[in-house]
């Protein structure tokens, strides 16, 4: 460990996960094809989106754009971590850890608020099927995912900015793969108090809220669904919602765990793997849940298939 007491800390050594010769091929491997999965995944889902008609839905538009996010929030960490499993200098400028910490943050909340957003569409598709096209038309889209950016504009600075505004003076160490506000807060030599009640509050702006009216919104939902007379037509509407329930509820949890705990030095290993969780496996499972669930993506993907084959 560096002693930088007495003197500004101008860089970060990112201590990751644990460094062994032996086991680090196989580590980078792992997370390499994870995150080239995750890049082809997401990727695909989008073309597929793009290209077909029969997806040129609110819903679906909704979901491109959260595998947009997706793969934006895991090239922000991913790529560092895994040229740092192979290095054995893992150090980030103070400036750089400051921006991994801030584009970290606008791309989570954004998808935060992305969720609440998705669960809205749902509702009105099931209460308000006749009135569905016309209320939620293009311009409408564009400015509720607009409205999601604008609040992980804000909720990004008001992290970032509450957290590097302490002094740090160290030691440099932080325990974690990438610059992330609960553990980089570990390292300040200053009391965190403040920014702990800061961190609950914008937690619950940011997380909590959109949470909370996904709650309200699919409880309306359900009450719909259960006066369907149909027993089929109630599975197929629970269907449509399943899926993004799983995503929700695999986001929602650890962000929780990690940015409304009571402290910010609790957490260490657990943090590491949970930040994984929300970080890396579900923007995974997000196209796989929705495609998998999905007979109209199945159908793109069979006709895009058809497409480039017909073209050979």
Not at 154 to 170: E, I, K, N, Q, V
Not at 237 to 259: D, R
């Amino acid at each position: 460990m560096q002693e930088l007491n007495q003197s500004t800390v101008t860089e970060f050594i990112l201590l990751g996960f644990a460094s062994n010769p032996k086991t680090n091929p196989l580590l980078f491997t792992f997370f390499l094809v994870f995150y080239l999965l995750i890049l082809v995944s997401n990727s695909l889902l989008i073309t597929l989106i793009y290209q077909d008609s029969r997806l040129h839905t609110p819903m679906y538009f909704f979901i491109s754009v959260l595998s947009m996010l997706d793969v934006c929030y895991t090239t922000t960490t991913v790529p560092q971590m895994l040229v740092h499993i192979l290095s054995h200098k893992r150090v980030i400028s103070f400036a750089r850890c400051v921006a991994q910490m801030y584009i970290f943050l606008l791309f989570g909340v954004t998808e935060s608020w992305l969720f609440s957003i998705m669960s809205v569409d749902r509702y009105m598709a099931i209460c308000h099927p006749l009135r569905y096209k016309v209320i939620m038309n293009r311009w409408v889209c564009l400015l509720l995912v607009g409205i999601c950016v604008a609040y992980g504009v804000l909720g990004g600075l008001s992290y970032t900015f509450f957290a590097m505004r302490l002094p740090y003076c160290g030691p440099n160490e932080i325990d974690h793969y990438f610059c992330e506000v609960p553990a980089v807060l570990k390292l300040a030599c200053a009391d965190t108090s403040l920014n702990d009640l800061v961190d609950f509050i914008t937690g619950f702006n940011v997380i909590v809220v959109p949470l909370s009216l996904v709650a309200v919104v699919y409880a309306n939902i359900f009450a719909t669904i259960m006066k369907i007379r149909s027993a089929q037509g109630r599975i197929k509407a629970f269907s449509t919602c399943a899926s993004h329930i799983t995503v929700v509820t695999m986001f929602a949890i650890p962000c929780i765990i990690m940015y409304m705990g009571p402290g910010s030095g609790s957490l260490s290993n657990s943090g590491k793997k949970m930040a994984l969780f929300y970080n890396i496996a579900t923007a995974f499972l997000n196209p796989v849940i929705y495609s998998l669930r999905n007979k109209d993506v199945k159908k793109a993907f069979l006709k895009l298939i058809g497409r480039s084959r017909a073209l050979e």
